[in-house]
């Protein structure tokens, strides 16, 4: 059972326009979601986080949207920039045996084109 | 500045091996973690450690071995390679909390 959805495979986007990722949960435990960005034959890197007592959480062009009646969270990049391709995944943390336990979703690959 | 290093870039090793990947954190972490990286699949926990000696499986621990003697070094153990474990494995390490990962370049592992 896939707890933490991201429904889109791939995304392409013009430069300089929004790229809009979005990820879906169903376990209400979860109390802290993460976006990671990954290139090829590196690991992944943080890129942004919000807790679950908020709704959003900004960092230069990124943010980062909770909507916990929905279960869904939403990665927003303006501008999108060519060196943004990449592939991203959500990630949610929950307590699990006196420590947090992360689900990862499949993955978006985002391409943005000059 | 923050470092999460694994022993290998890339592994060849032919089935029935018994293959090791080690990963090592200088950040003083508690927890540490192991996960493979499939196409379609996203990053799937194999185990987890939250203290020096004490692991705990994850979501995908079958063929699957984990060691971890001292707080910084946390090793990934393949006792006999079957193919269906060739994959990208990723180490990441976090100080505690639910905060965010950090994890090794990863060890592209192929089983022939």
């Known amino acids: 059972d896939q707890q933490v959805k991201q429904n889109s495979p791939s995304l392409s986007v013009q430069e300089g326009r929004i790229s809009i990722l979005n990820c879906d949960y169903t376990?209400?435990?979860?109390?802290?979601f993460l976006w990671y960005k990954k290139y090829p034959a590196e690991g992944p890197t943080f890129l942004i986080s919000i807790s679950s007592i908020k709704d959003k959480n900004e960092d230069g062009r990124f943010t980062v949207f909770l909507n916990k009646s929905a279960k869904h969270l939403s990665l927003h990049i303006v501008p999108s920039q060519p060196g943004d391709s990449a592939v991203y995944f959500c990630?949610?943390?929950?307590?699990?045996?006196?420590?947090?336990?992360?689900?990862f979703g499949t993955g978006t690959r985002l391409k943005v084109l000059a | 500045d923050v470092k999460v290093t694994q022993s290998s870039r890339y592994l060849v090793k032919r089935t029935g091996e018994k293959v090791f990947l080690e990963c090592v954190q200088d950040?003083?972490?508690?927890?540490m973690f192991w996960y493979r990286q499939d196409p379609g699949l996203g990053l799937r926990l194999i185990y987890f450690?939250?203290?020096?000696?004490?692991?705990e499986k994850g979501d995908i621990p079958e063929g699957y071995s984990v060691s971890r003697e001292k707080k910084e070094r946390f090793s990934l153990i393949l006792e006999s390679a079957s193919t269906n474990q060739t994959s990208m494995y990723l180490c990441a390490s976090t100080p505690g909390g639910p905060y965010e990962q950090y994890f090794g370049p990863g060890t592209r592992l192929t089983v022939t």
């Open positions: 376990n209400s435990m979860f109390d802290y």
């Open positions: 950040m003083d972490h508690e927890n």
């Open positions: 450690s939250y203290d020096v000696k004490m692991k």
């Open positions: 990630a949610a943390s929950a307590l699990y045996l006196g420590t947090y336990k992360y689900i």
